[in-house]
């Protein structure tokens, strides 16, 4: 044999062995850069969600805080006209609703139906506000009265049913910054 053709046949075989190497090395360093970038994709899928679940849950708490101040207001000291207590219980309501959409979209459905019940609290407060309202009157008024109604809760009780609603709307509340709370402690801390 001429060795000018084995030189030439081992360089072929060298050089097939290099190429084949070299692709099936490219095609694992592909893989693991594909595995990495997924990983690091799903790390950061969690934490922006993380960061906007934590922000609803910010913004909803901080909601309930500005509730029960208001709440508060109506109902302590000096009562002041009935049109300004009215008129912060009716925007109760508002901001119980303005957190629902972040709750709906980042929030456990838990925390969501905790949320929704303090809706529905304030709708109860008001409508023992109302009753208590119509009680006052019912007082100030004499048979024949527009507003005499014969059977009509006192005004102290009328009142006692609006206690006891802010009671009901104290404990949904609650429910809900111990749910948030709780939460909030389960998650992963992500850094």
């Known amino acids: 044999m001429n060795p ?12 097939i062995l ?6 099936y090395v490219s095609g694992r360093t592909i893989k693991a850069a594909s595995e990495t970038t997924a990983v690091t994709l ?3 899928r969690a934490r922006l969600f993380w960061e906007r679940q934590s922000a609803a849950y910010v913004a909803s708490l901080s909601h309930v805080l500005k509730r029960q101040t208001m709440r508060d207001a109506a109902f302590s000291g000096d009562p002041g006209p009935t ?12 901001y119980a609703s303005e957190s629902e959409g972040q709750l709906l979209a980042y929030g456990t459905s838990e925390i969501y139906r905790l949320y929704q019940d303090i809706h529905d609290a304030d709708q109860f407060l008001l409508h023992r506000f109302y009753e208590w309202e119509a009680a006052e ?3 100030a008024s004499k048979p024949g009265d527009l507003h005499y109604r014969p059977g009509s809760p006192t005004p ?10 802010i009671g009901l709307a104290l404990e949904a ?8 709370r709780k939460d909030l402690r389960s998650l992963p801390e992500l850094r």
Do not use: F, Y
Request: no cysteine.
């Open 4 to 15: 000018a053709i084995d030189a030439a046949w081992i360089a072929a075989g060298v050089g």
């Open 18 to 23: 290099t190429l084949a190497v070299t692709v």
């Open 42 to 44: 799903k790390a950061e």
């Open 83 to 94: 049109e300004l207590r009215l008129g912060q219980l009716v925007n109760l309501a508002k």
């Open 137 to 139: 009157r019912h007082a």
């Open 156 to 165: 102290q009780d009328a009142l006692d049913a609006v206690h006891k609603a």
């Open 173 to 180: 509340e609650q429910a809900v910054i111990d749910a948030i």
